[in-house]
Nanobody, 123 residues
Framework: QVQLVESGGGLVQSGGSLRLSCAAS????????MGWFRQAPGKEREFVAA????????TYADSVKGRFTNSRDNAKNTVNLQMNSLKPEDTAVYYC????????????????WGQGTQVTVSS
């Protein structure tokens, strides 16, 4: 069983930055691919970013590429999402997820989910 707890959300002005963290309560963190998804009001949950178990491979949604950076610290069982140049359209609840699936962009690859953290970007 893996428990994930996100933190770091909040209210920020357009162009600002936030850093989300996800702490995993698990005996062995390294086998899991870690992903970030987000869900805006009235919209489906969408892929944001994912990182391999080693941290050596990352992938991003086109909408955040160049602005968001995903990283992980396996010694601390944490994954972080640095979000820069935020836009109002980034406003959503952000979810951390862990899994073993091969299609990182799909929710079906992830078995465990956090409760989410709200990010609001004002214009």
């Amino acid at each position: 069983q893996v428990q994930l707890v996100e933190s770091g959300g909040g209210l920020v002005q357009s162009g600002g930055s936030l850093r989300l963290s996800c702490a995993a309560s698990v005996r062995t963190f390294t086998p899991y691919v870690m992903g970030w998804f987000r869900q805006a009001p009235g919209k489906e949950r969408e892929f944001v970013a994912a990182i391999s178990w080693s941290g050596g491979s990352t992938t991003y949604a086109d909408s955040v590429k160049g602005r968001f950076t995903n990283s992980r610290d396996n010694a601390k069982n944490t994954v972080n999402l640095q979000m820069n140049s935020l836009k109002p359209e980034d406003t959503a609840v952000y979810y951390c997820a862990a899994g073993h699936g091969s299609n990182w962009l799909s929710m079906s690859a992830y078995h465990y989910w956090g409760q989410g953290t709200q990010v609001t970007v004002s214009s």
